[in-house]
Nanobody
Framework: QVKLVESGGGLVQPGGSLRLSCEAS????????MKWYRQAPGKERELVAR???????RYADSVKGRFTISRDNAQKMAYLQMNSLKPEDTAEYYC???????????WGQGTQVTVSS
């Protein structure tokens, strides 16, 4: 059974940092492109960052220079380091694993990030 479990969300003040983690099970992580999405209330889900294998990365313009995506295939983990957080970063953050060789993909259940003073 494939499972993605996010953790690390929470309440943080503007300018603060959080590190999200995504633990995968049931898949060989090296065969997957890992992505982080977010969805704020009343808005569509948007792609925040992606990392291929080997680790080519891409970021949404809104988070470039503030967020860093990384992965550890051996530990079956993906991470999103979020610095200089802004209130507009408030959203539910989702981990996504997309198979490099086809359309198969998996989603985590999400972790809430709230940036507020």
């Amino acid at each position: 059974q494939v499972k993605l479990v996010e953790s690390g969300g929470g309440l943080v003040q503007p300018g603060g940092s959080l590190r999200l983690s995504c633990e995968a099970s049931g898949i060989t992580l090296s065969q997957y492109v890992m992505k982080w999405y977010r969805q704020a209330p009343g808005k569509e889900r948007e792609l925040v960052a992606r990392i291929d294998n080997p680790g080519g990365t891409r970021y949404a313009d809104s988070v470039k220079g503030r967020f860093t995506i990384s992965r550890d295939n051996a530990q079956k983990m993906a991470y999103l380091q979020m610095n200089s957080l802004k209130p507009e970063d408030t959203a539910e953050y989702y981990c996504n694993a997309g198979w490099r060789y086809g359309s198969r993909e998996y989603w985590g259940q999400g972790t809430q990030v709230t940036v507020s003073s």
